[in-house]
């Protein structure tokens, strides 16, 4: 069983910074696509970032271009999202999501990721 948890969510002030890390159990992420997405109150999920399963390439949505970092550490099968200069419009629900087998680039879209971690809230106060 695929299990998916995210740590790291907090409570920052504008302009501070949070890492967050997902600990993915049950299958290697070596060969996998990974993602995160985030999620505010009232408003649709979104894309954030993500990372091919050689960590090579990544995608950011415009938002947090040059604020945020997605890696990938596949020794201990863990994906991190940096995050520094947050703004309140960060605020929000964040997910970690790992691609289905056979998936080696980036990807954008919610429907391409098979699992989902419950997510890990990130707050920025103004």
């Known amino acids: 069983q695929v299990q998916l948890v995210e740590s790291g969510g907090g409570l920052v002030q504008a302009g501070g910074s949070l890492s967050l890390s997902c600990v993915v159990s049950?299958?290697?992420?070596?060969?996998?696509?990974m993602g995160w997405f985030r999620q505010a109150p009232g408003k649709e999920r979104e894309f954030v970032a993500a990372?091919?399963?050689?960590?090579?390439?990544?995608s950011y949505v415009d938002s947090v271009k040059g604020r945020f970092t997605i890696s990938k550490e596949n020794a201990k099968n863990t994906v991190y999202l940096q995050m520094v200069s947050l703004k309140p419009e960060d605020t929000a629900v964040y997910f970690c999501a790992a691609s289905g087998p056979g998936r080696n680039g980036v990807y954008r879209n919610s429907y391409d990721y098979d699992y989902w971690g419950l997510g890990t809230q990130v707050t920025v106060s103004s």
């Open positions: 049950g299958r290697s992420i070596s060969r996998f696509a």
């Open positions: 990372i091919s399963w050689s960590g090579v390439t990544t």
